[in-house]
T-cell receptor
Framework: AQSVTQLDSHVSVSEGTPVLLRCNYS??????LFWYVQHPNKGLQLLLK??????LVKGINGFEAEFKKSETSFHLTKPSAHMSDAAEYFC??????????FGKGTKLTVNP | DAGVIQSPRHEVTEMGQEVTLRCKPI?????LFWYRQTMMRGLELLIY????????DSGMPEDRFSAKMPNASFSTLKIQPSEPRDSAVYFC??????????FGPGTRLTVL
């Protein structure tokens, strides 16, 4: 069985400051892990994906995430927030042979 | 590629009416997923297909909901009769043999 926990339902940062969105997962085998972003009234867009290659994964728009097996974490970071980063972010765990399991989402607010 | 295409983008109907949502997956993708998103329950998987065959429909709320995939390029989600509590955004996603799901823009359904 797989599960994913997003530790913060809301995160608020100032423009230009770092972003950290936290995610912990549980899986009985080596998982694939994803971060998706959803802007208001839009569909979900893939930010990045981990599939057991490099543990530091770079995504679009300057985001990256680090897979830490010892901590069962896959936190999403960005060095400097931009106003356009305001959105909801979903951490997801899964394998191609199974359905994906979505976290409940973290809403990111970026203040000017 | 045009991505996953959903229609209509918005649907407003009255309680008791039949509603049909449509999805065209990305060409070459062999898996298709229907999700529902609400403020209260977040993102829920309703059903998914592999090679046009329904694999897991355990997320379908009740018999009022049905989904079909008559061929590799088209799927429908039907609600009959519709109820106000069905109001939500319905997403379709497709996937090839990798883990990554690509989402459509969604259909916003309002049942009055």
């Amino acid at each position: 069985a797989q599960s994913v926990t997003q530790l913060d339902s809301h995160v608020s940062v100032s423009e230009g400051t770092p972003v950290l969105l936290r995610c912990n997962y549980s899986s009985s085998y080596s998982p694939s892990l994803f971060w998706y972003v959803q802007h208001p009234n839009k569909g979900l867009q893939l930010l990045l994906k981990y599939t057991s290659a490099a543990t530091l994964v770079k995504g679009i728009n300057g985001f990256e995430a680090e897979f830490k097996k010892s901590e069962t974490s896959f936190h999403l970071t960005k060095p400097s927030a931009h106003m356009s980063d305001a959105a909801e972010y979903f951490c997801v765990v899964g394998k191609s042979s199974e359905k994906l399991v979505f976290g409940k989402g973290t809403k990111l607010t970026v203040n000017p | 590629d045009a991505g996953v295409i959903q229609s209509p983008r918005h649907e407003v109907t009255e309680m008791g009416q039949e509603v049909t949502l449509r999805c065209k997956p990305i060409s070459g993708h062999n898996s298709l997923f229907w999700y529902r998103q609400t403020m209260m329950r977040g993102l829920e998987l309703l059903i998914y297909f592999n090679n046009n065959v329904p694999i897991d429909d355990s997320g379908m709320p009740e018999d009022r909901f049905s989904a079909k995939m008559p061929n590799a390029s088209f799927s429908t989600l039907k609600i009959q009769p519709s109820e106000p509590r069905d109001s939500a955004v319905y997403f379709c996603a497709s996937r090839s043999n990798t883990d990554t799901q690509y989402f459509g823009p969604g259909t916003r359904l309002t049942v009055l």
